[in-house]
């Protein structure tokens, strides 16, 4: 039986990112398990007893390893399951790959040279170590997507330290 509860871990770092909840929707992209996988998705986003009003929809179940897509606040999180576990795979069709539990953060920013250097030095500086990184881009010079996953949380005067770096258009803590 395959334990889904990675989704709702997930989920939850989303409710962290996340201001504003209303309008919430989640298409389940798998005929297998459905119920269960909107039950820990809802959960990690509202918690286990709130009333939610989060639209479900299901699709035909095409997607080889994608489970969902959750659409809230204007961003667009698809969620996908392989041999290592749960996943979020793409936030607004940047790709990535977010396990759950994780610590770290989202920098949204220009693509340019260094941009990525001067986000690891300050990292690096304070002693926070990198565990995995991803950047995805539109194309060159266009927008991009840092995750940058860390083995400790991030402190809120780090963030803002990160925040005021070139380039940077805005960093969001996974915590």
């Known amino acids: 039986m395959t334990d ?10 989303i409710r962290n990112i996340e201001a504003q909840m209303e309008g919430a929707k989640l298409m389940i992209l798998t005929h297998e398990h459905r119920e269960e996988i909107a039950r820990h998705m809802v959960e ?7 009333e939610h009003k989060v639209r479900i ?11 969902a897509i959750l659409e809230i606040g204007g961003n667009k999180y698809t969620f996908s399951k392989d041999h290592q576990g749960m996943f979020i795979s793409e936030i607004n069709y940047y790709t990535c790959r977010i396990t759950p539990n994780s610590h770290g953060i989202l920098v949204y920013h220009q693509d340019y040279p260094g941009v990525i250097h001067d986000v690891s030095r300050v990292l690096a500086e304070n002693k926070i170590n990198i565990s995995s990184m991803n950047v995805s881009r539109e194309q060159k010079g266009k927008s991009a997507l840092l995750v940058s996953l860390t083995d400790e949380e991030i402190p809120q005067s780090l963030l803002s330290r990160l925040q005021q770096l070139p380039q940077v258009q805005q960093v969001l803590s996974l915590q």
């Not at 990690?44 to 007893?49: D, E, K, Q, T």
């Open 4 to 13: 889904f509860s990675g989704l709702q871990q997930l989920t939850s770092l």
């Open 44 to 50: 990690g986003l509202v918690g286990p007893s709130r």
């Open 57 to 67: 929809e299901t699709s035909s179940g095409e997607y080889m390893n994608q489970l």
